[in-house]
C-alpha cells in the first residue's frame, strides 16, 4: 500500500519559516521525481518545486531563492524548507510522487496546511 504523509504544517507569520516533511512508503523512491504543490480553493493546483536523484529540477518563479526542495532516498522522504514566507504562500500544499511512463502511476499526499499571516 503505497503512502505519502506529510507534516510540518502551521500557522506562521510573514517573513518566518516551516519546513515541511514527506515520508513515503510502498514505492521505489529513489525511481521517482519528487514533487511538491500547492493549491487555494479556487484555483488550480501549482507545482512549487520537484526533485530528481541529482537534486531539484524546477522551482516556480514565485517562491526562488525562498524555497528548497530535499529529499533524502535512505528514509524515502522529501522536504521542502521554506523561508520567508509571504501571505501569498498560504495553500494547501501536497507532496507527489511523479509517475514514470506508462509504467508507473503518480501518488499523492493528503495535504498539509500553511497558513502565513499576522
Known amino acids: 500500500q503505497v503512502q505519502l504523509l506529510e507534516s510540518g504544517g502551521g500557522s506562521v507569520q510573514p517573513g518566518g519559516s516551516l519546513r515541511l516533511s514527506c515520508a513515503t512508503s510502498?514505492?521505489?523512491?529513489?525511481?521517482?521525481?519528487m514533487g511538491w504543490y500547492r493549491q487555494v480553493p479556487g484555483k488550480t493546483r501549482e507545482l512549487v518545486a520537484t526533485i530528481n536523484n541529482y537534486g531539484p529540477i524546477f522551482y516556480a518563479d514565485s517562491v526562488k531563492g525562498r524555497f528548497t526542495i530535499s529529499r533524502d532516498n535512505a528514509k524515502a522522504a522529501v522536504d521542502l524548507q521554506m523561508n520567508s514566507l509571504k501571505p501569498e504562500d498560504t495553500a494547501l500544499y501536497f507532496c507527489?510522487?511523479?509517475?514514470?511512463?506508462?509504467?508507473?502511476?503518480?501518488?499523492w499526499g493528503q495535504g498539509i496546511q500553511v497558513i502565513v499571516s499576522s
Open positions: 507527489k510522487a511523479e509517475g514514470v511512463g506508462t509504467t508507473w502511476r503518480d501518488y
Open positions: 510502498g514505492i521505489i523512491f529513489s525511481a521517482r521525481v
